[in-house]
Nanobody, 123 residues
Framework: EVQLVESGGGLVQAGGSLRLSCAAS????????IGWFRQAPGKEREFVAF????????VYAASVKGRFTISRDNAKNSVYLQMNNLKPKDTAIYYC????????????????WGQGTQVTVSS
């Protein structure tokens, strides 16, 4: 059974940090790029970042570039999203997703999705 399980969300004050984790199982993790997306209430799901199977050349949305860092540990079948200098506009449910390719900023390209973890940033 394919599973992607996000963790690490929570409530943090503006300017604070959180580290999200995405643990994968049930598929060949090394073959997949992993992306992070988020969805705020009343808004569409939006791209945050993705990382290729090799871990090289991560891509970020302009809104998070310089504040968020995506990384992966293939030995642990895990991907991480370090989020620094959080802002209230970062409040959303954060999802990780797997794509058997080089990664994409389009949600429709992804094959597997987690259930999400809530991040709330207070002002």
């Amino acid at each position: 059974e394919v599973q992607l399980v996000e963790s690490g969300g929570g409530l943090v004050q503006a300017g604070g940090s959180l580290r999200l984790s995405c643990a994968a199982s049930g598929f060949t993790f090394d073959d997949y790029a992993i992306g992070w997306f988020r969805q705020a209430p009343g808004k569409e799901r939006e791209f945050v970042a993705f990382i290729k199977w090799s871990g090289g050349s991560p891509v970020y949305a302009a809104s998070v570039k310089g504040r968020f860092t995506i990384s992966r540990d293939n030995a642990k079948n895990s991907v991480y999203l370090q989020m620094n200098n959080l802002k209230p506009k970062d409040t959303a449910i954060y999802y990780c997703a797997a794509e058997v390719g080089y990664g994409s900023s389009w949600a429709g390209d992804y094959d597997y999705w987690g259930q999400g973890t809530q991040v709330t940033v207070s002002s």
